[in-house]
Structures are given as C-alpha cells and as structure tokens.
C-alpha cells in the first residue's frame, strides 16, 4: 500500500546514534519532520543535514521536531554527526523495515538493495501525514520551503 497525504503516519521505532530507541508515538503532540536519507557520508546527504541543522530553530519556531532516517548503523550515523556538525537526531534503519513502510526504497541504488530514497514526510501532531515528497533522484533534496508552508498552516 502507498502512502497517501492524510494517512496515519506508520509507527517505529529505531536506535539514534546513542543506540536509544526512538518511537514516533512518543512524539504525538508534536509536528514532526522525517528525512530520509539514502547513505552517510555522501556529499548530498551531508549538504541536506548540515542545511537543516543550521536552520534547525526555524523547524523549532515551527513547533516541529526533524529526524533524520538512514539505512546506515548507528555509530556510522554517529560518526558522520560528530564529522560534519550534523545536529539533528539520526536513526539507523538498519534493518529496512521503516524505509519500507514509507515507501522510501531503491530497488538498486548503485548495486545496493532497499537504500532509502531522500525523501520528506510532515506529520502533524495527531500523527497523521500532510506534506510528503519521495524523490526517484537521489541528488535532489527536499523542498525545504514547502516543508516549511506546511509546518506554519499546522500552527
């Protein structure tokens, strides 16, 4: 089943980067910006984070809460925070189950299976999704702008 705006966002739960769990139920009551990401340390994936890490108080005026989604392991993520200034919270989808709930995954991705596509899901307060962008290329990131049209129509 694709995921439509409107939906009830899928529920998970991952490790961040400390290898504590992460449940999006837990942040009902909060709007909430999910980024996936398709590998750490690229050059694109890393423009994208360090670009919302240094807007991040505009997501915070914004009564949103940003989490970055890879299919990377938590102390790659951790690593590749800690190098490049990353300052939102990274979750390890390791094992491809939340890219796949969303929607998110390369068939192939440059000989890689079940890489997460860079894509942008708002998911208001109630936990339903509003805004949601999947991109087939992987050099285009979200429209950061748009993004944020819908977080201000939220509040």
Known sequence: MTLQVGDSAPDFTLKN???????????QGKNVVLLFVPLAFTGVCTAELCEVSAGLGAYRDLDAKVLGISVDSPFSLQAWAQKEGISIPLLSDFNKEVSAAYGTQYEDLLGFKGVAKRSSFVIDKAGSIRYMSISEDAKVVPDFEAIKACLGSLN
């Open 17 to 27: 980067t400390a290898l504590e769990e992460v449940n999006l139920a837990s942040l």
